[in-house]
């Protein structure tokens, strides 16, 4: 069964300190994963797509990286309002629907 | 910036009722989805729609859901007979090609409730 396990379930981060989320998959041929962020009361908002192992993605403070079995998103010197939850979701080959993780919910403290 | 709309914005109702929640993608897109999320847990796919016809549901998506395009803009969820499970926060969403089926825009969601 194809699923996705994030962690840490959450992170407590003082501003401009570094850190990383992970994202663990398996997936009956991958055809995407994806990043999101959730604000509270709120859907998600799309980050990054990526295909397949090897590959990375930068946006400001936010790099994602894949690997064949787990894709990480490192947070480079965080602000505040990088606080956030974020999503992981995988898409297997021949659908289009995303399967979600639980997510990591990320708070950054002046 | 093109956004997904999405009304109403909370909805309390009562078990057995009917509900419909509405939804405007964004103009160009061609794929549609609603997705739910209950209250801390993981956001959930329901349902696919392109060219006016489902191309994809899940096991949730049972007979008493249903969506529809009535229009050139509007997209619908309708649960004909509702239960205490569906209390969740429903969120439409649209991509914009078959290459980018996993790239979706969110609208901000619409609360149910089930009393």
């Known amino acids: 069964e194809d699923q996705v396990t994030q962690s840490p379930e959450a992170l407590r981060l003082q501003e401009g300190e570094s850190s990383s989320l992970n994202c663990s998959y398996t997936?009956?041929?991958?055809?995407?994963l994806f990043w999101y962020r959730q604000d509270p009361g709120k859907g998600p908002e799309f980050l990054f797509t990526?295909?397949?192992a090897g590959e990375e993605k930068e946006k400001e403070r936010l790099k994602a990286t894949l690997t064949k079995k787990e894709s990480f998103l490192h947070i480079t010197a965080p602000k505040p309002e990088d606080s956030a939850t974020y999503l992981c979701?995988?898409?297997?080959?021949?659908?289009?629907?995303?399967?979600f993780g639980a997510g990591t919910r990320l708070a950054v403290h002046p | 910036e093109p956004e997904v709309t999405q009304t109403p914005s909370h909805q309390v109702t009562q078990m057995g009722q009917e509900v419909i929640l509405r939804c405007v993608p964004i103009?160009?897109?061609?794929?549609f989805y609603w997705y739910r999320q209950i209250l801390g847990q993981k956001v959930e796919f329901l349902v696919s729609?392109?060219?006016?016809?489902?191309?994809?549901k899940s096991e949730i998506f049972d007979d008493q859901f249903s969506v529809e395009r009535p229009d050139g803009s509007n997209f619908t969820l309708k649960i004909r007979s509702t239960k205490l499970e569906d209390s969740a926060m429903y969120f439409c969403?649209?991509?914009?090609?078959?290459?980018?089926?996993?790239?979706?825009?969110f609208g901000e969601g619409s609360r149910l409730t089930v009393l």
């Open positions: 969403a649209s991509s914009e090609n078959r290459d980018s089926t996993g790239e979706l825009f």
């Open positions: 997936v009956s041929g991958l055809r995407g």
């Open positions: 990526l295909y397949s």
């Open positions: 979701a995988v898409q297997a080959r021949g659908y289009n629907k995303l399967i």
């Open positions: 103009s160009n897109h061609l794929y």
């Open positions: 729609f392109y060219n006016n016809e489902i191309s994809e």
